[in-house]
T-cell receptor, first 113, second 114 residues
């Protein structure tokens, strides 16, 4: 158990809908990263938050957005869903000190039908 | 940009066979290198890491050495077990403080049979 929690574990929804994925980092970790794992794109970095502020952005679509709240949990919002958004979504957290090792949650499996 | 290249899978081995999964990287500067493992139905777990050239990371019988001259970080194990069956990801991370995303390879599936 990495100490990073993600809910829900599975999500099935229809095209055009909007969903919210939730991540709680390890106790004391300030940074949260979101990654998408799909069969055709592999594991891709989406976005990072550090202590409530956006710190880095990767291959995140404009239909997707995220935020980190004062209690440091983070949410990833996916809207106008398409079939191709079906994937595993992971979040990871790191400590505020070197070596900033990332600990991954169990993931949320999103299926868009 | 930064990238990681892993050998294509799947790799199928008999129990107690030797394992090597090749990984090479392209990056500016001096990244840290990692191997993560993903067991069926689970998230990613850090297997081992190396933060500078010539460092050797090791865990659970797995080893990998950070080779700057060949930009490689090959994963090795002398005797695999059925329980090692999983997908293995090589990754790099730039040491840029608190903004440090991981760049992953495509993953290599290992299947170990009796």
């Amino acid at each position: 158990d990495s100490g990073v929690t993600q809910t829900p574990k599975h999500l099935i929804t229809a095209t055009g809908q909007r969903v919210t994925l939730r991540c709680s980092p390890r106790s004391g970790d300030l940074s949260v990263y979101w990654y998408q794992q799909s069969l055709d794109q592999g594991l891709q970095f989406l976005i990072q938050y550090y202590n409530g502020e956006e710190r880095a952005k990767g291959n995140i679509l404009e239909r997707f957005s995220a935020q980190q709240f004062p209690d440091l949990h983070s949410e990833l919002n996916l809207s106008s869903l398409e079939l191709g958004d079906s994937a595993l979504y992971f979040c990871a957290s790191t400590s505020a000190e070197e070596p900033y090792e990332q600990y991954f949650g169990p993931g949320t499996r999103l299926t868009v039908t | 940009g930064d990238s990681v290249t892993q050998m294509e899978g799947p790799v199928t081995l008999s129990e107690e066979a030797c394992l090597t999964i090749n990984c090479t990287y392209t990056a500016t500067g001096y990244p840290s290198l990692f191997w993560y493992v993903q067991y069926p139905g689970e998230g990613l777990q850090l297997l081992l890491k190396a933060t500078k050239a010539d460092d050797k990371g090791s865990n659970k019988g797995f080893e990998a050495t950070y080779r700057k001259e060949t930009t490689s970080f090959h994963l090795e194990k002398g005797s695999v077990q059925v329980s090692d069956s999983a997908v293995y990801f090589c990754a790099l991370k730039k040491n840029t403080g608190t903004a440090s995303k991981l760049t992953f390879g495509t993953g290599t599936r290992l299947q170990v049979t009796l």
